[in-house]
């Protein structure tokens, strides 16, 4: 089965950081192109960063400047780098396999004031 598995979320002060990692079973993962979405208490789905098979990356303007997103092929695995954070970031964040349904678990992120 294709499976994604997100992890590296928790609680910090406005201003942490946090590395979100999500690690994926797809046999050619160096091919796929990932993204990072997060979803808040009563709002919409959101995409917050995506990388291509080929390292292009792209940024909601929300983030942009302050998170960087990463991948490793070696280790099927995409990173999302969280800098100074603000409370306006909390929310469930999920990886996914771009172009298809197939999602992670979702890691909780919470910043408090």
């Known amino acids: 089965q294709v499976q994604l598995v997100e992890s590296g979320g928790g609680l910090v002060h406005a201003g942490g950081s946090l590395r979100l990692s999500c690690v994926g079973s797809?046999?050619?993962?160096?091919?796929?192109?990932m993204g990072w979405y997060r979803q808040a208490p009563g709002k919409q789905r959101e995409l917050v960063a995506a990388?291509?098979?080929?390292?292009?990356?792209n940024y909601a303007d929300s983030v942009k400047g302050r998170f960087t997103v990463s991948r490793d092929n070696a280790k099927n695995t995409v990173y999302l780098e969280m800098n100074n954070l603000n409370p306006e970031d909390t929310a469930v964040y999920y990886c996914?396999?771009?172009?298809?349904?197939?999602w992670g678990q979702g890691t909780q992120v919470t910043v408090s004031s």
């Open positions: 996914r396999w771009s172009s298809t349904n197939v």
């Open positions: 797809v046999i050619i993962f160096s091919n796929v192109n």
């Open positions: 990388i291509t098979n080929r390292g292009s990356t």
